[in-house]
């Protein structure tokens, strides 16, 4: 770790939602690439875990407590990590949850949670780290979406809705950042069927106590052209090229990594034109 030739040496980089599953894997992974790492979340224990088992391998991490929703703690967090190390050139607006429901069932405090965090808390992350990279010269935001940012799913509305947001928010930004040529680039990530907690965590919403685990094998084998779902390092490792110079092209865009699930549909069609 901190050899001469990682892919982001001497950048910083700040991740959000870090405490596990995607965004642990993109602190680890910038982190072993160079770069020096602010780790924040809601879950304390979890993010201090993986913040030293960065140093323990010789990296630089600091893991600070963060509700995205909270525009005062944007700005010390964001204070923080140019006091700590000098400035901010990476951002990964990872920290999001999920809420199952059709819509007709969905609370309108479970909606606005939803919306409050995976919407108000990347455009806060935006807001507030923009000008911390225009001090450091430039540098690559990398706003987490989904799949469901790009298709309509029945039972998702709501978390569809708030990632098809995070799409043309990154865009629009993009070409903010483009006009005012401050050396920055916005991109989107579309992550498919990954297997994270976060198939353990999703709440049915409060309407329902249907939340029992979703098994991520069994969601990829039926819906996932490639029978398998991704792992948290297949995120990382795309979130790691949107934050090296070897993207420095490409701003706007969208990185899908969903096994095929956007493609469309895997069907023997020899199979249908017997029947």
């Known amino acids: 770790m901190g050899g001469d030739m ?16 995607i965004g642990a894997a993109c602190a680890e992974t910038l982190a072993r690439e160079g770069a020096r790492v602010v780790l924040t979340d809601l879950d304390d224990p979890r993010g201090e875990a993986v913040a030293a088992r960065i140093r323990e391998r010789g990296g630089e991490a600091l893991y600070l407590h963060q509700d995205v929703t909270e525009e005062a703690r944007w700005a010390e967090v964001v204070a923080e990590t140019e006091r700590r190390f000098g400035g ?8 999001g949850i999920g809420i199952i429901g059709m819509t007709v069932e969905m609370s309108l405090a479970d909606w606005r949670r939803q919306m409050a965090v995976n919407v108000d808390g990347v455009f806060l992350s935006v807001k507030h780290a923009i ?13 987490m979406s989904s799949v469901a940012g790009l298709r309509g799913s029945a039972g998702l509305a ?9 799409r043309l928010f990154a865009k629009s930004v993009a070409l903010e950042c483009a006009m005012a040529r401050d050396g920055i680039r916005v991109n989107s990530v579309h992550p498919g069927v990954i297997e994270t907690p976060i198939w353990e965590k999703l709440p049915a919403g409060q309407g329902g106590g249907r939340n029992a685990p979703i098994d991520a094998r ?22 790691l090229f949107l934050a090296s110079d070897a993207s420095r092209h490409m701003t706007g865009a969208e990185l899908v990594i969903d096994g095929g ?14 029947a």
């Open 218 to 239: 069994a969601l990829a084998a039926a819906g996932v052209p490639l029978g398998v779902p991704g792992q948290a390092q297949d995120i990382a490792d795309g979130v």
């Open 158 to 166: 709501g978390y569809s809705a708030t990632k098809g947001a995070v």
């Open 88 to 95: 901010l050139h990476i951002l990964v607006s990872n920290a």
């Open 131 to 143: 000008p911390a990279m225009r001090r450091s010269g430039g540098g690559s935001v990398i706003l």
């Open 261 to 274: 699930m956007t493609a469309g549909r895997v069907g023997n069609l020899a199979a249908v034109r017997q």
């Open 6 to 21: 990682g892919q982001v040496q001497g950048k910083v980089a700040l991740v959000t939602g870090a405490a596990s599953g």
